[in-house]
C-alpha cells in the first residue's frame, strides 16, 4: 500500500510540476504534513525514512532544473533566503564534522536529521521567486486552512472512534490514514512514532490565517463569513483536542501580536492587572479542574518527579503524580543540561543533532539544543535567520488592508513558534518545518510581485 501510493504521489509531483509550477508547490502544503514514511534502510543505529513528501520534492527540484533555458525562472535571494543559506551552511559543515570527527566516533545521525531540514529550503527559494499574486495567496491560506480541519476532524474521530485513550497517532496526522506496519497500541495508546506538539505546532498555521481571513472579511476574498467561522470554531476544537498547553498559549500570544499597540497596552495597565488578579483567583477557585491542576502539580511535585527525570524512568501511575508534570519536570532538567553541554562545548557545540551523546534527555527546547550542539556560532546564525524573516516581513507596501494584516500574521506566525519551541523543538520536525518554510516562501513570492507591481 506504500509503495502505490508513493508511486501515486510520484506521478503528481511529475504531472504538476512539468504543467504548472504554482499547483505543484500547492499541492506541497497538504502532502507535507500528511506525509507517509518508511525505513528504507539502517545506518549504524539510524533508521533511514523515504517520505512522500521526499519523493515528491525530488522530483519537483529535477524537473525544475530539466526545464533549462525554457525555465524563464530569474532566482533571485533575498536578505532571508541569504541567512536562511547560511545558517545551513553552517549546519552541513557542523554535521559533517561531528560526523567524522566528533567525539563519539563515526556517526551520520546529524547530517540524516539536516537532509531531512534542507529538503524545504530549495522549496522556500522556489516559492519566494515566483509570481504570487493576490488571488494565488487567498488560494494559498485556503489550502492551509483546509488542511488544519481536516487535521481536526481526524483528531475527532480518532478521540471518540474508542480506539485510543490517548491521541499520540492523531498528531502526526497518519494514524489512521495510510498507516501500517506502526498502526500499534499498547495499553490502549498509540505506539507510534507521533507527537501531539507536533500537530499543535502546525495548528498555529490555519489558525492565525484564518483570522487574517476575518479581518480581511469585507475585502474581495471569494470566502464567506459563515465558513470563515464554522472553519475557526473546527480549528479550535481540533486545537482544543491536542490538550498541547504550550501551543494554546501560542496561539493567545498571536492573537494579541495582530492587536499589538503599546500606547494602548500602557493605558490598559490597570485593566490588565485586574484580569491578572481575577485569573489568579479563578485559578485557586477552579484548582482542581484537570488544566490548573497540570500547571499547579509542576511545583508541587517538582522535587519527587526530579530524580525520575534525571534517571530517564519511564512515566507510570504509582510515581503519585501525572505524566504531564513528569513532561514538565524532563524539559527544566533538559534546560539545565543545554546549558552544561554549551559550557563544555561554547564554540561549534557537541555537534548537530548529537545532544543524546551528552545527556538522557533532549533541552525540550529548540533554542538551548541549537546552542548546544552547534555552539555560540550555530546559535547567532540561527537567531539571525529567525529575526531576518521577522524583519523583513515588513517591507512589503501597506496599500491595502489584507497587506498589513498578511504582514501582522507572517509575524505572528513566527512569534507564536518561537514561543512553542521554549518548551520543545517542533521546527526540527518536518511536519512543522516544511509548512513554515512554505508559508514563508510564499510570503514573499506575494512580497516580491507586489513591489515589483509598483515599481
Not at 519523493?55 to 524563464?72: R, S, T
Not at 487535521?151 to 498507516?179: C, D, E, H, V, W
Amino acid at each position: 500500500m506504500f509503495l502505490l501510493i508513493l508511486f501515486l504521489v510520484a506521478t503528481i509531483a511529475l504531472v504538476l510540476s512539468t504543467y504548472s509550477r504554482f499547483y505543484a508547490l500547492l499541492f506541497l502544503i497538504p502532502l507535507s504534513v500528511f506525509s507517509q514514511s518508511s525505513n528504507v534502510i539502517s545506518i549504524g543505529e539510524r533508521g533511514v525514512n523515504l517520505g512522500m513528501d521526499t519523493i515528491y520534492i525530488f522530483i519537483l527540484v529535477l524537473v525544475e532544473l530539466a526545464k533549462g533555458d525554457n525555465n524563464k525562472f530569474n532566482m533571485n535571494l533575498n536578505r532571508s533566503s541569504v541567512t536562511l543559506l547560511l545558517c545551513f551552511m553552517y549546519f552541513f559543515l557542523n554535521s559533517l564534522g561531528s560526523s567524522f570527527f566528533g567525539h563519539v566516533g563515526f556517526s551520520l545521525s546529524g547530517i540524516i536529521v539536516y537532509l531531512r531540514l534542507f529538503q524545504y529550503v530549495p522549496i522556500f527559494i522556489l516559492l519566494s521567486n515566483l509570481n504570487i499574486d493576490f488571488k494565488k495567496s487567498i488560494q494559498i491560506i485556503n489550502t492551509f486552512i483546509f488542511t488544519g480541519v481536516a487535521g481536526s476532524i481526524l483528531a475527532a474521530y480518532q478521540l471518540f472512534s474508542g480506539n485510543y485513550s490517548y491521541m499520540k497517532g492523531m498528531p502526526s496526522f497518519t494514524m489512521p490514514i495510510f498507516r501500517e506496519l506502526d498502526g500499534l497500541t499498547e495499553n490502549g495508546s498509540y505506539d507510534g512514532s507521533a507527537n501531539y506538539n507536533v500537530y499543535a505546532a502546525f495548528m498555529l498555521f490555519p489558525i492565525l490565517l484564518i483570522i487574517l481571513l476575518w479581518y480581511c472579511r469585507n475585502e474581495n476574498l471569494g470566502i464567506k463569513i459563515k465558513k470563515i467561522i464554522i472553519y475557526f470554531i473546527i480549528l479550535l476544537i481540533g486545537m482544543y483536542f491536542s490538550s498541547s498547553r504550550a501551543a494554546i498559549l501560542a496561539i493567545l500570544i498571536g492573537i494579541i501580536s495582530l492587536n499589538f499597540n503599546f500606547k494602548r497596552i500602557l493605558n490598559s495597565l490597570k485593566p490588565l492587572f485586574l484580569i491578572s488578579i481575577s485569573i489568579f483567583i479563578l485559578g485557586y477557585i477552579f484548582r482542581e479542574q484537570p488544566f490548573i491542576k497540570s500547571f499547579t502539580n509542576i511545583v508541587l511535585y517538582f522535587n519527587e518527579a526530579l530524580p525520575y527525570a534525571m534517571d530517564n524512568v519511564a512515566y507510570n501511575s504509582n510515581m503519585g503524580f501525572s505524566g504531564d508534570t513528569l513532561g514538565a519536570v524532563v524539559r527544566l532538567f533538559g534546560y539545565s543540561e543545554a546549558i552544561r553541554v554549551f559550557l563544555i562545548y561554547p564554540l561549534f557545540g557537541c555537534g548537530f543533532d548529537m545532544f543524546l551523546s551528552q545527556s538522557v534527555h533532549y533541552p525540550e527546547n529548540l533554542f538551548l539544543q541549537i546552542l548546544a550542539e552547534t555552539g555560540i556560532i550555530g546559535f547567532w546564525l540561527y537567531i539571525n535567520f529567525i529575526y531576518r524573516f521577522y524583519k523583513d516581513a515588513a517591507r512589503i507596501p501597506m496599500t491595502n488592508k489584507f497587506n498589513k494584516y498578511y504582514v501582522l500574521t507572517f509575524q505572528a506566525i513566527i512569534l507564536a513558534l518561537v514561543f512553542v519551541n521554549m518548551t520543545g523543538a517542533t521546527l526540527l520536525i518536518q511536519k512543522v518545518w516544511g509548512p513554515f518554510l512554505i508559508i514563508s516562501g510564499c510570503f514573499y513570492g506575494y512580497q516580491r510581485t507586489t513591489i515589483k507591481e509598483l515599481y
